[in-house]
Each structure stands twice: as structure tokens, then as C-alpha cells.
């Protein structure tokens, strides 16, 4: 069956440019989840969706980052003006649960965002 | 402040030997652990977890241990094989309720043929 998608996989930026990345979760998958990863770390959390719902941006990191997932299913991780610390592996996972339940997240493989 | 932290970066051992990953914690607050592998250029992915209700968990070839008396939780995995090799994380859900997880820096394992 289809696990969670990302695309790009690879996107190289200029300084300064936006850039979008793309998370299909799993079909009827509630939450939905942005992690990001830099080299040689764990994945930090970004921002929580349960269905529609943004319920938690508290991971990131500034005004410059902003998530959607409008239809509940499909999210959308845009980040503004890209920095040269932006460079990392932005991960997505979902999760067929809701809020406070206890389920597995299925990570997608993953865009490695340089900025250059 | 909420940390999730590994005490070896690297663990070297032979095929067929036991693996033990060890992981700390700090948060008495989280009640669900998860161990997860990464392969090189993909993402994480479900080994097991344990909720804070049990102290061991058995799956194939792994077994997770949850000490919340001192915040420690491990990972064996039996029989090591060369396709183990891999960056080991421990994760915990802190004292939210929306799931997010907090993880450690992770352990490299090296399967040594």
C-alpha cells in the first residue's frame, strides 16, 4: 500500500527565495505532522494538524515558515525568504489517531532542502 | 527544558550478536516511548514503542525495556544482522496531547559481517 509521499525529494534555493514542499499522508490518516532534521540530529517538531486544524505551530522557528493542509489530507510546508540554517531534511509523518491518542506515525522519506 | 538524549553515538558490533541501544529521558511527564530506525537517505521508521504502563515489550528480534524509575529506556535487538545497521532513535511524546514526538540525537549502529 502507499506510504506517506513528499516531493520534492532534493530542492536547492538561493538565499532569499521561497520554497514549498509537498506531504501526501496516508489515505484517511488524521494527523499530520512537520518534523526537521539537521544533519547528524534527531527530527525536531514543527507543526501539528489534526485533520484541517493547525492545533500546534510552537516548533517553528519563525514567522517565515507556515503550514496548511486545507482539505485535510494533502499539507503544504512553505517557508519564505529561505536562510542558509533552513538547510535540512524536512520530514513528514501522519497518523491515524487524534489528539491525545497514542499511535504510530509513518514517516515519509523526506526533502533535503539546500540553500545555497 | 524537555530532552530526550542517547548515551553512545556509536555501537560497533558482530553479526549475530545482541544489540543493546540505550536512551535517556527527562520527562516524567511522557507515558509513550517509540524506537525508530533511519536508514541512510530515508525516514524514519516504526521499530516498536511501549506505553508507561509496562516496563518490557517484545517484538521480532526486539525488545524494548522502559525503567521509569530513572527515566532510562533501551533497545535489543537479537541476533544482529548486517541490515540493522542503521541510526537508532528513541522518541517520547513530553506533555503534549497532540502526539508530537521529542527525539534523541540517536545511536549508529554498525554491523560488523
Known amino acids: 500500500g502507499a506510504g506517506v509521499s513528499q516531493s520534492p525529494r532534493y530542492k536547492v534555493a538561493k538565499r532569499g527565495q521561497d520554497v514549498a514542499l509537498r506531504c501526501d499522508p496516508i489515505?484517511?490518516?488524521?494527523?499530520l505532522f512537520w518534523y526537521q532534521q539537521a544533519l547528524g540530529q534527531g527530527p525536531e517538531f514543527l507543526t501539528y494538524?489534526?485533520?484541517?486544524?493547525?492545533?500546534?505551530k510552537s516548533g517553528l522557528p519563525s514567522d517565515r515558515f507556515f503550514a496548511e493542509r486545507p482539505e485535510g489530507s494533502v499539507s503544504t510546508l512553505k517557508i519564505q525568504r529561505t536562510q542558509q540554517e533552513d538547510s535540512a531534511v524536512y520530514l513528514c509523518?501522519?497518523?491515524?489517531?487524534?489528539?491525545?491518542?497514542?499511535?504510530?506515525?509513518?514517516f515519509g522519506p523526506g526533502t533535503r532542502l539546500t540553500v545555497t | 527544558g524537555e530532552s530526550v538524549g542517547l548515551h553512545l553515538p556509536t555501537l560497533s558490533v558482530q553479526e549475530g550478536d545482541n544489540s543493546i541501544i540505550n536512551c535517556a529521558y527527562s520527562?516524567?511527564?511522557?507515558?509513550?516511548f517509540i524506537w525508530y530506525k533511519q536508514e541512510s537517505g530515508k525516514g524514519p521508521q516504526f521499530i516498536i514503542d511501549?506505553?508507561?504502563?509496562?516496563d518490557k515489550r517484545q517484538g521480532q528480534r526486539v525488545t524494548v525495556l522502559l525503567n521509569k524509575t530513572v527515566k532510562h529506556l533501551s533497545l535489543q535487538i537479537a541476533a544482529t544482522q548486517p541490515g540493522d545497521s542503521a541510526v537508532y532513535f528513541c522518541?517520547?511524546?513530553?506533555?503534549?496531547?497532540?502526539?508530537?514526538?521529542?527525539f534523541g540525537q540517536g545511536t549508529t549502529l554498525q554491523v560488523k559481517p
Open positions: 509523518a501522519s497518523s491515524l489517531v487524534g489528539l491525545a491518542g497514542f499511535g504510530e506515525q509513518y
Open positions: 489515505s484517511g490518516h488524521v494527523s
Open positions: 494538524f489534526q485533520n484541517e486544524a493547525q492545533l500546534d
Open positions: 520527562n516524567s511527564a511522557s507515558d509513550y
Open positions: 511501549i506505553r508507561s504502563n509496562m
Open positions: 522518541a517520547e511524546n513530553g506533555s503534549s496531547n497532540t502526539g508530537k514526538l521529542i
